[in-house]
């Protein structure tokens, strides 16, 4: 399971979904990408790109040009994850609709007011013995 877990956190995370598509057409530098996906941060786009790289589904090659220039690129075996996370892709925008809609009528009937807090649910406190 540790195995699978570890995997899935990387393949399933969005950022890696969206490089990845992206990268499926061919080699991109950091700034085509980030300009692409646009809501990602400097930070967390080097995150993702360094971690793809380390699992061996992206490779960085840098260009000794001035300023230096930084192509990423899919591996052989980051170009084997194209086919089912285009695939995931796929079916989230097919099927952002219908679940746009039942986060709607799930709002819409849920009497339960969102907490961040979990509440306690130890009944009030008994008074404190005191010694005699």
């Known amino acids: 399971m540790r195995a699978i877990s570890e995997t899935l956190g990387r393949i399933g995370d969005k950022w890696t979904v969206l490089v990845v598509e992206l990268l499926a057409d061919g080699p991109m530098r950091f700034s085509e990408l980030r ?3 646009g809501s990602i941060s400097q930070r967390m ?3 993702t790109l360094r971690g793809l790289e380390r699992d061996g589904l992206v490779t960085r ?17 980051g170009r084997t994850l194209r086919e089912p996370l285009v ?19 799930f ?3 849920s ?14 406190a008994l008074p404190r013995r005191t010694s005699h």
Do not use: N
């Open 35 to 37: 300009r692409t996906i």
């Open 45 to 47: 786009l080097t995150l």
């Open 61 to 77: 090659t840098v260009y000794p040009t001035i300023p230096p220039r930084v192509d990423y690129e899919l591996t052989r075996l």
């Open 87 to 105: 695939a995931i892709a796929d079916w989230a925008r097919k099927h952002r609709p219908a679940i746009v809609e039942a986060r709607k009528v």
């Open 107 to 109: 709002d819409a009937g």
């Open 111 to 124: 009497t339960a007011k969102p907490s961040h807090r979990r509440e306690s649910r130890r009944g009030p």
